[in-house]
């Protein structure tokens, strides 16, 4: 069985150069940073070296790989193919876990903390676009696995 040998042979990047957040929030910086080439360029080694190091792959994760849309033009998505992209992985190796706040409320709560540039919480809310985008995406799993199986990848 798996037991305490679960995730042997799989590898989270470790990365040792001092980046915006706090070490757990590193890979954040894709999405907060997205136009930082050195950020970037710091993450995409520091997964290549994992992937090269391992025997299964690599775990990454950050809440905004949940900012994909369906669209592809969106930072989530681009991110995603970007990674598999430089690992050179075929898609039917790709393994996406969706990880979502329950009970559903929180990750409400979660997003409208974390999105709060609108401004106060009828902003937030009565935003057209970006409101439908919250309708569709991070509160509805169901579409972003979907997106993501689109793309030929495992989702659970």
């Known amino acids: ?3 305490q040998n679960g995730l042997k042979g799989w ?3 470790q990365i040792e150069e001092e980046l915006p957040g706090e070490r757990h929030q590193y890979f954040e910086n894709f999405f907060w940073n997205p136009h930082n ?9 520091n997964i290549k070296d994992a992937w090269e190091n391992s025997k299964y792959g690599v775990i990454i994760g950050a809440e905004g790989f949940d900012n994909t849309r369906g669209a592809p033009d969106s930072i989530g998505l681009q991110t995603m193919n970007h990674i598999v992209d430089t690992l050179q992985v075929e898609p039917e190796r790709v393994y996406v876990v969706m990880l979502y706040k329950t009970p559903r409320l929180d990750q409400w709560i979660n997003l409208f ?6 401004g106060d919480y009828d902003d937030f809310v009565c935003d057209h676009e970006y409101s439908e985008h919250l309708a569709n995406i991070p509160m509805n799993p169901f579409m972003l696995a979907n997106v993501y199986r689109g793309e030929g990848w495992n989702v659970a």
């Not at 903390?113 to 609108?118: K, S």
């Open 113 to 118: 903390h974390h999105n709060n540039d609108l």
């Open 11 to 13: 590898v989270w990047p």
């Open 1 to 3: 069985g798996g037991g």
């Open 37 to 45: 080439n050195t950020i970037k360029n710091i993450l995409m080694n």
